[in-house]
């Protein structure tokens, strides 16, 4: 699948400030910045992201409505056309920009004083690209590598943040935000997988693989949660079970678990049963010998129950 994304990174503290300079309202939370046309995250180097999907980010315009005494990253990236460019901007005026187009020659273009490790970058992809035997053009991740060693984000690559859904503020100040189903998993779900034995990684997001994890009778579990409330609650479930002396060539299971379609009012009323909340549970089992595992089996149930995030 293709990636167009563009977006701006700013060295600031008020990250709602920023939004509402920006002229953006907050929506909800997303597990990924690709589940919304602009979405916000705040990196471990402490920069505030804001990104837009399909290249929808006005950049020149957003960066000249940031404070002209904060630095900021205004980052373009495509790669049907593998063009990619991250430009340092302060006070309207540009600080030094690295570019890549592959259509053109020369490929790459480098302004102003960028910082030191650009030249080591372009180095080690230089010597890859002189060591590929295919059609692979490994200086287009020159910009991206230095957005992340700047900021913290790589463009399209943001797993590990928390991200928020942005949209534009609209006339008569900004809605109340509903309460953030993303605190909400923290505090109720986490609770309830540490008193089934699940352990939890501090330096992963819950939507990281291995971000969850426990291991139970020699096997080792992991899940992980992608989720988005932006028009409504959804939360899907992805998990992985493998033995834990052989995690290769041990593979037990794995896939996702979704709740399942709520029935319309109609339905429930001419059924004349009152529908309980449930989950489909999907997934491929795989056994040491390469063999797909039934979904009857011991380790498929164990490992696929999906009962504990059900609404």
């Known amino acids: 699948m293709s990636l167009n994304i563009n977006w701006i990174a700013v060295e600031a503290m008020d990250r709602d400030a920023i939004l509402d300079r920006l002229g953006f309202e907050i929506v909800g939370d997303i597990s990924s910045e690709l589940l919304s046309k602009f979405s916000c995250a705040i990196t471990s180097k402490g920069w505030i992201v804001v990104v ?12 000249a409505a940031l404070p002209p005494e904060l630095q900021a990253l205004g980052c373009e990236l495509s790669d049907v056309v593998m063009w990619a460019r991250v430009r340092a901007m302060k006070g309207g005026k540009q600080l030094w920009a690295v570019e890549h187009n592959g259509e053109k020659t020369p490929r790459d273009l480098i302004q102003g004083d960028p910082p030191p490790q ?43 943040l928390e991200w928020i859904a942005l949209r534009h503020r609209k006339g008569g100040g900004s809605r109340d935000r509903a309460p953030s189903l993303l605190t909400a998993m923290k505090s109720a779900l986490l609770p309830d997988l540490s ?9 992963l997001a819950i939507s990281e693989v291995g971000g969850i994890y426990r291991d139970l009778s020699g096997i080792s579990q992991t899940i992980w949660v992608g989720y988005s409330d932006v028009t409504r609650s959804n939360i899907l479930v992805r998990f992985s079970a493998y033995e834990t002396a052989t995690p ?18 109609w339905s ?29 089996t011991r380790a498929g149930r164990r490992a696929g129950s999906a009962t504990w995030y059900r609404p």
């Open 52 to 63: 837009g999907r399909g290249a929808s980010l006005r950049i020149d315009a957003t960066l």
């Open 118 to 160: 650009v030249a080591e970058f372009k180095r080690r992809l230089e010597m890859e690209q002189a060591a590929e035997d295919e059609a692979v053009d490994h200086l287009f991740d020159l910009p991206n590598d230095v957005s992340e060693s700047v900021c913290g984000y790589r463009g399209g690559e943001g797993s590990g």
């Open 195 to 203: 008193d089934r034995g699940w352990a939890f990684d501090p330096e």
């Open 248 to 265: 290769k060539s041990g593979f037990r299971v794995y896939g996702l678990a979704k709740p399942a379609p709520t029935p319309s009012f």
């Open 268 to 296: 429930r009323l001419i059924s004349g049963r009152r529908q309980q909340p449930r989950a489909t549970v999907l997934f491929r089992g795989l056994s040491p010998g390469g063999l797909r595992a039934p979904a009857s």
